[in-house]
């Protein structure tokens, strides 16, 4: 079974720049998970979605940070424009849903997007 | 406020002995714990779970611990191997938060097992 994938794997630009970071969960997990890692600290949920619709994204800096999830499927999430302090490692997870439809206690996690803002 | 702690940021251990790392949270209302172990370059890989209603639970070499009246977790490696070698993380959240799931993480403990 193929798991969460990510792209880029690495990203560098300068700070007020845009950057977008593309996940493709592990396949008939319907929630979606974003997180960010800054170094030295465990991950911080960014935005989940279930299906193509948001459950929670009160994490979110929504000036300046975006997430897509437009067929249920793969996601985006876009940066714009970026600062210094958003140099962190950018984790997408996925999960099943139970047939109650609250997700699996298990998220399921990519390698990430290694951000670095110059 | 960090809800989840892990106070050690490292832990050096003997190749065959037992690896102890330990997790407190401080907020009562998370009922499911997860361990995670991280190598360099890769993402979170799931280890283990448990729920509040149970105080122990074992997969193999790995157990985890859980001390509901002292917001306290442990994972114990039993034996540890060079393999082990790997950054853990602590993660909790609140099963009646309904469709919610956001983890709330502890800052990683490095166990390095020694050859």
């Known amino acids: 079974e193929a798991g969460v994938a990510q792209s880029p794997r690495y990203k560098i630009i300068e700070k007020r720049q845009s950057v977008a970071f593309w996940c493709n969960p592990i396949s008939g997990h319907a929630t979606l998970y974003w997180y960010q890692q800054i170094l030295g600290q465990g991950p911080k949920l960014l935005i989940q979605f279930q299906n193509n619709g948001v459950v929670d994204d009160s994490q979110l800096p929504k000036d300046r940070f975006s997430a897509e999830r437009l067929k249920g499927v793969d996601s985006t999430l876009k940066i714009q424009p970026a600062k210094l302090e958003d140099s962190a490692v950018y984790l997408c997870?996925?999960?099943?849903?139970?047939?109650?439809?609250?997700?699996?206690?298990?998220?399921?996690f990519g390698a990430g997007t290694r951000l670095s803002v110059l | 406020d960090q809800q989840v702690k892990q106070n050690s940021p490292s832990l050096s251990v003997q190749e065959g002995r037992i690896s102890i790392l330990n997790c407190d949270y401080t907020?009562?209302?998370?009922?499911?714990f997860l361990w995670y172990k991280k190598y360099p370059a890769e993402g979170p890989t799931f280890l283990i779970s448990i729920s509040s209603i149970k105080d122990k639970n074992e997969d193999g070499r790995f157990t985890v611990f859980l001390n509901k009246s002292a917001k306290h977790l442990s994972l114990h490696i039993v034996p540890s191997q060079p393999g082990d070698s790997a950054v853990y993380f602590c993660a909790a959240f609140t099963i009646s938060s309904g469709s919610a799931r956001q983890l709330t993480f502890g800052s990683g403990t490095q166990l390095t097992v020694l050859p």
């Open positions: 997870a996925s999960s099943l849903l139970r047939p109650s439809g609250r997700p699996k206690n298990i998220q399921y």
């Open positions: 907020n009562s209302m998370f009922d499911y």
